[in-house]
């Protein structure tokens, strides 16, 4: 059974900070790994998609790494901004047939200006 | 133009009572999903119709019953609500199940008083 577990829980970094959000998940035959972000009373929106042959994938200021070996990826923001406030989310599909996501429980990310 | 759109955004009705939500696709996309956040934010999937067939239930009691007329669409129809049932249902779909980038809608709040 797939576990995906994000740490930290929460965060709070002032603005302009570098800043690195972690996940982790137990079962490595993975298909690829995404990054949502969830805006309050809003759906998810995805950031980045990591196929299983790549190690990184990045947008704009948004770099993500995966290393299936060790079963984490990393969300790296550069220079932080208040409009990055929301909880970001990491999730990965079941390996062998793909049929179905898991979710971490989310890093809900507060960037003070 | 709005991708996943779902309705009702908001629903709040009584214990007993027979309600459905409505879910439309104009990606062109050949699955469809029905996830449900609960009180402690965890995402989880419910339904996954890929050419409007089933292909995920996951654990879900039978008073929960997706219904897709083409595969555009995937509506959720709940019997019998009951007030655990209170949470976000989110709608989601992609090209091919855990492969792809999944697009969500923005949710639909259900609370059952």
């Known amino acids: 059974k797939q576990e995906v577990t994000q740490i930290p829980a929460a965060l709070s970094v002032p603005e302009g900070e570098n800043l690195v959000l972690n996940c982790s998940f137990t079962d490595s035959a993975i298909y690829n790994l995404q990054w949502f972000r969830q805006d309050p009373g809003k759906g998810l929106t995805s950031l980045l998609l990591i196929q299983s042959s790549q190690r990184e994938q990045t947008s704009g200021r948004l770099n993500a790494s995966l290393d299936k070996s060790s079963g984490r990826s990393t969300l790296y923001i550069a220079a932080s901004q208040p409009g990055d406030s929301a909880t970001y989310l990491c999730?990965?599909?079941?390996?062998?047939?793909?049929?179905?996501?898991?979710f971490g429980s989310g890093t809900q990310l507060t960037v003070l200006p | 133009d709005t991708a996943v759109s779902q309705t009702p955004k908001y629903l709040v009705t009584q214990m007993g009572n027979d309600k459905s939500i409505k879910c439309e696709q104009n990606?062109?996309?050949?699955?469809m999903y029905w996830y449900k956040q609960d009180s402690k934010k965890f995402l989880k999937i419910m339904f996954s119709y890929n050419n409007k067939e089933l292909i995920i239930n996951e654990t879900v009691p039978n008073r929960f019953s997706p219904k897709s007329p083409d595969k555009a669409h995937l509506n959720l129809h709940i019997n019998s609500l009951e007030l655990g049932d209170s949470a976000v249902y989110f709608c989601?779909?992609?090209?091919?199940?855990?492969?792809?980038?999944?697009?969500f809608g923005e949710g639909s709040w259900l609370t059952v008083v």
């Open positions: 990606l062109g996309h050949d699955t």
């Open positions: 999730a990965v599909p079941l390996g062998g047939s793909a049929r179905q996501l898991t």
């Open positions: 989601a779909s992609s090209h091919q199940q855990g492969r792809d980038t999944i697009y």
